[in-house]
């Protein structure tokens, strides 16, 4: 489809970047990231047009857009270009020009891969910089010297993919990521973008392997100069898989953000005060910083209860009622404790499911004069029902 009408159109449609990488790979990627030699805006409209779908996004000065199709798919499309970096962090600036320069802007081989969309020699390999080779043996190389200067990004790029695929770093790679670290490159790249890359990072599946080579290469304080990722952070987020599986096992309704709780043990060699204003300064939601400061002000004193020896099922309830899913996983991995893991699998499945039937409300309509009493009867009732003392039948139905 999307070739036919580049025929028409009489326009050069390649497919690029990381879906053509992971297509050689066989790893499943859904980005569509199209380039255009030629008017990008122009084809993106006609593709919209044809595909029954929309252009959801056009940037006229970048000559690209974005169309969504009626199945939901977005396809990005770029006219072929070549960026004049300002300085090291900056946004590029655009030019008009063809494939081989578009592609030679790009961060490493692998990624500088395209596929010809056109009818004619549909399906070919445009490989200018030996991707596929350094595809095949596990290799992530710049192009060109200034990679790391013009966008300091693609050194948290660099290894996110080292891990991600288990590849290395080539030798001249490794030798300008590592002049570029000492450089301070990374000094000049704005905390929204840092901030991206450290949410990508955090999204890995191997985030802890990331992490670990964060701190080897001592890019960490670029974040924040005390923060660091020891043997023991390590240790305990090797236990993170672990506790997505059990979660997963638990079948409860609440999907686990797994990133956050690698966050939580990132942030653990800071104070609250720091890490809460590193947080803000990320743009981290509130409702995260929430979960950071809980597990820096209150974890110890909710591990000492849940490991007490006669605790009842109402003094865990009430102790572990406002906290989050995240949190509650944290406790557990932490703890490294099977009773703690216990309680909360009790908590999850059963304490805080159990709900009183009657309300302040029921009781006032049965003409009873509301006052403080209702509040303690009503939270007396729920105790006993939790710690089993109440036996209570379903009113029928
Ligand atoms: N790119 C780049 N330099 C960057 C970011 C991106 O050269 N700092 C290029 C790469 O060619 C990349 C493409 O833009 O393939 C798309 O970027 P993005 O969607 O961020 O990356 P992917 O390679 O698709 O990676 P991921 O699988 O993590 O989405």
Known sequence: EIGKIADNLELDVYIVGGFVRDLILGVENFDFDIVVEGNGIKFARELAEELEGEVIEEHQEFGTACVATRLGLKLDVASCRVEYYQSPGALPEVEASDLKQDLFRRDFTLNALAIKLNSERFGKLIDFFGGKEDLEAGLIRILHNFSFIDDP???????????????ELGQITRELMEHAIDQKVVEGVSLGRL??????????????EILSDLEEFDLLKFFHPQLSWTAKQSKLASEIPWAERWVEELEIEEELAVWQLYLLLLVNPLSVAEAKSLLTELKISNDIIAKVEFIKESDKEKLELLREFNVQPSEVYNSLKSLSLEELVYLVIVSENTEVKDW???????????????????????????GPCFEKALQAVKTKKLNGELETYEAER
């Open 344 to 370: 909360i699998e009790f908590y999850l499945l059963e304490l805080r499911r159990i709900e009183l039937q009657v309300t302040g409300k029921d009781i006032i309509e049965l003409g009873y004069e509301p």
């Open 195 to 208: 901030s991206n890359e450290l949410e990508l990072i955090l999204k890995e599946e191997t985030a802890a």
């Open 153 to 167: 990004t693609r050194i948290f790029r660099a290894l996110r993919f080292v891990n991600r695929y288990d590849f």
